[in-house]
Structure formats: structure tokens, C-alpha cells
């Protein structure tokens, strides 16, 4: 048995396709979302028109769930925290799995330090890579990461996560998988902004590609090794969310480039995510043009041409 702790479309998402493996509990914070649920047999909010499957149960009562059972974290970056915080008696001591991603702006931490300063000696994980909602819960072949830095659980996790649809990629590199996946949202930002201002596709792969190299710097510098940023949970995830109209990052940053409206009530982990990296670059001596250029746009102190002149006038270089 599962537990996905976190009833938006990736949470529910990844309770359907686990699913195939045996009973999952779906958690919601929202007593009426699992009502909801459990009446329609679907997640009619965030993720409409996929059937739960009937083996997947849905809660709002954390103390439910059974004990020592591994939980996936789905719920946004900054929510980590406080979601960790509130229900820490009933996560300690069993494998916690963080679906999320990004950099808490508040201290420049990632997923697997919050949980493990919360919760001390709970085994933790990350779950990271290229993948829509929608083509997971539909059933669409999804390669992920899973980052654990005890390698033997990490064995165990893979297994038990793993679904005829949805493989697995080991790792014990938590700190390269967690910024890969933080990291593209800034750059994926930026390449929407770059095709919402009509700039072309030459300039957004010239700018995925130099945000690649940027992404690895910074990780690098926190202790990530580069070969993790060339995987899944790096250039994978950037190249589907800088590409992907799915993506909420790359739409927010769209309509920053075409002066559009955007829905404020949507989750875009990537704005949060500059601002916080920007500081780590700073303490840490490491140049990001890209990301600087994007919390500029978020702050509205440059607009995109603005941003895009000040890219290309910079010193030439070697590649």
C-alpha cells in the first residue's frame, strides 16, 4: 500500500497509476474535495475526466492512513513546509517521497533538507523528471527520477514505485535531482516569455541551451554532480516543460511575454524558485544571467525586449 499525500493533478496523477500496483490512499487537506472525489470517482478539480480506479481510496483524515507505509508528497514547493510541520506526528519514521519541486524562498532549501530538519532521521526521497499529469494518469509511458541518498531504500522505493507505464531512474544524488527540477521551471519561465514576445524558436533554444548551462553551474556549485543534470530530472525536465503548453511555468511565462493576463490561483513553483536561486548564486559566487533576467521580469523592472538586449550585449565568450 500507498499513500499520495497531495489531491492535485500530479498527486492524482501518480494515485492512478500506482494503482496498478495494489490499494493507494489519495489525501486531500479539503474534507469536501474528498467528498467530492469519492462521489464522482474522479478528481473533477484538477484533473477532470480520468476515473479513479476502484482501488484507490480517498481521505482527509491523516490519521486513516496506516502506519510506516511510504508517502509521496505531492503538494507545492512552498507548502512543504507548513504541510510537514502540521502533520509531522503521523509522517515520522516512514519513507517520505517529495514530489515537488523548487527552492523554499525563506531559506534556500530543497524538498529532502526541509523534511529532514522537520522530521530527523525520517528516511526521505525525491520523486523528479519530465512528466504531464494528464499522460501519467492516462497511462502514457513516463520516465522519472528517484533520488535517495541510502541506496538500499532507494532500491525499494524504485520497485515499489515503478508501473507498467511509469519507469524509474536510481540515483543517490538528491541535491542534482532536486535542482534540475527546481531549476528548469526559472529557465522554462524565461522561454516562455522569449515565445510569448514573439522572439522565435532559434532564440528559445538558444536560451534552453544556455539556461542548461546555467542550471549546472549553480548545482554543481551546491554540491550536485553534473552527470545528474544530463539526466531525467535535468535536461530531461527542462527540455519537456520549456517545450510543453502543459507546463504552468512556461505558460506564466508566455503571457509575461505577450503582456497577458495569467490566472493568479494557478501554481507557477518557478517565481519563487528564481528569487530564491538568485540568492544562492550570490552567496555562492555563481553567475546566472538567465535567472537575474527573470526575477527582473517578475519585479517588472525590465520588460522581455528590455531583458533580451541586455542577454546579447553581454562580453562574447567560449561555449
Request: with cysteine; proline share 6%.
Amino acid at each position: 500500500m500507498i499513500c499520495v499525500a497531495g489531491a492535485g493533478a500530479f498527486g492524482t496523477a501518480l494515485a492512478i497509476s500506482l494503482a496498478a500496483n495494489g490499494p493507494v490512499i489519495l489525501w486531500s487537506r479539503d474534507p469536501d474535495h474528498a467528498q467530492e472525489m469519492r462521489k464522482a470517482r474522479e478528481n473533477t478539480r484538477r484533473l477532470a475526466g480520468i476515473a479513479l480506479p476502484d482501488n484507490v481510496t480517498v481521505t482527509s483524515d491523516f490519521g486513516t492512513i496506516p502506519p510506516e507505509i511510504p508517502v509521496l508528497l505531492a503538494v507545492p514547493m512552498q507548502q512543504l513546509r507548513p504541510m510537514a510541520q502540521t502533520h509531522a506526528d503521523q509522517l515520522k519514521g516512514r519513507p517520505l517521497i517529495a514530489c515537488c519541486k523548487g527552492i523554499e524562498l525563506q531559506t534556500g532549501q530543497g524538498p529532502t533538507a526541509i523534511l529532514s530538519s522537520i522530521l530527523p532521521g525520517t528516511p526521505t526521497a525525491i520523486l523528479t523528471g519530465p512528466s504531464f499529469a494528464a499522460d501519467i494518469a492516462r497511462g502514457l509511458p513516463t520516465a522519472l527520477t528517484l533520488a535517495c541518498a541510502n541506496p538500499d531504500l532507494g532500491v525499494t522505493l524504485q520497485g515499489a514505485l515503478s508501473t507498467p507505464t511509469l519507469r524509474l531512474y536510481r540515483t543517490t544524488d538528491t541535491a542534482g535531482a532536486e535542482l534540475g527540477g527546481a531549476l528548469k521551471n526559472v529557465i522554462a519561465i524565461a522561454a516562455g516569455a522569449v515565445m510569448g514576445a514573439g522572439l522565435g524558436d532559434s532564440a528559445r533554444a538558444a536560451l534552453m541551451t544556455r539556461g542548461y548551462a546555467e542550471m549546472t553551474r549553480l548545482a554543481v556549485a551546491m554540491g550536485a554532480r553534473p552527470e545528474t543534470l544530463a539526466g531525467l530530472s535535468g535536461f530531461g525536465d527542462l527540455v519537456l516543460t520549456c517545450t510543453g503548453t502543459q507546463s504552468r511555468n512556461y505558460r506564466f511565462g508566455h503571457a509575461l511575454g505577450a503582456a497577458a493576463e495569467f490566472d493568479p490561483n494557478i501554481t507557477v513553483e518557478g517565481a519563487a524558485t528564481a528569487r530564491a536561486a538568485l540568492t544562492r548564486a550570490h552567496e555562492a559566487g555563481v553567475d546566472l544571467p538567465i535567472t537575474a533576467a527573470v526575477v527582473a521580469l517578475l519585479d517588472g523592472s525590465l520588460s522581455v525586449l528590455q531583458v533580451m538586449d541586455r542577454l546579447l550585449s553581454r562580453p562574447l565568450k567560449e561555449e
